[in-house]
């Protein structure tokens, strides 16, 4: 068999992250009494986005912005709160969060009665395993590999490196990496000489320069792909 060995990546592959974030903005007006339409999580998406834009370029730290996304939502729609206490609510409605995409836990029980499956995530620890530890997808993983408790994360070889000696008897050509970052979870296969899968949901361009050995548009190609 090809492949016993399957190493998922989290966030945008097995979870859904534009629904947690939903999620999570729906706890914030729930628990502080503040309305919710969607005019109002529009805007609150667009001044968090311009705001990670910014971070991004280097603007603000992280703590600033996840406290201003609050104070300029709240500035925008004339609304009244304490952006303070929404963040507080935010952060750990989505460290609750774990919704799944449709298909993937399905995908992931069909492949698990025959394939070893791992979690290779970049993330802060207790977040990422306060998702896990809620979510039904967590019985078809063997073990979870999260940067934060690793040391290092995607795309380090050092990374791949620490996932590969931590998996009994694992060698590199029983190994699929599967992700939709081309900058973490496929940059961090070619590093590590690995088999990868891109999951590109949308539809993007090929990029050169990478090696990607499959290509899927959802993760139910992943079970008859493997059995070829
Ligand atoms: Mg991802």
Redesign the pocket.
């Known amino acids: 068999m090809r492949y016993p060995i399957l190493l998922f990546?989290?966030?945008?592959?097995l979870f859904d992250f534009v629904a947690a974030e939903r999620d999570a903005f729906l706890a914030v007006c729930r628990e502080t009494g503040l309305p919710f339409t969607e005019t109002l999580y529009d805007l609150y998406h667009r001044c968090n986005e311009e705001l990670w834009e910014d971070f991004n370029a280097g603007k603000y730290t992280k703590d600033f912005l996840l406290v201003e996304r609050f104070r300029r939502y709240l500035c925008r729609s004339g609304l009244t709160g304490d952006p303070e206490a929404m963040n507080q609510i935010h952060l750990r409605a989505l460290a609750e969060s774990a919704v799944l995409f449709p298909d993937a836990l399905k995908v992931c029980q069909s492949l698990a009665a025959h394939r070893r499956l791992y979690i290779i995530t970049n993330a802060v620890a207790s977040v990422q395993e306060a998702r896990f530890a809620s979510s039904p997808i967590t019985p078809c993983f063997q073990g979870f590999f999260i940067s934060e408790t690793v040391g290092c994360g995607k795309p380090e070889r050092a990374y791949f490196d620490y996932v590969l000696a931590h998996i009994p008897g694992a060698k590199p050509e029983d190994c699929l990496v599967i992700?939709?970052?081309l900058t973490s979870?496929i940059q961090g296969a070619n590093n590590a000489s690995l088999p990868c899968c891109w999951l590109n949901r949308s539809g993007k361009p090929r990029p050169e320069g990478l090696r990607i050995n499959y290509e899927i548009r959802s993760l139910t190609e992943l079970p008859s792909l493997l059995e070829e």
């Not at 990546?9 to 592959?13: G, I, L, M, P, S």
Request: no cysteine; net charge negative.
């Open positions: 990546d989290a966030d945008n592959t992700g939709d970052s979870d």
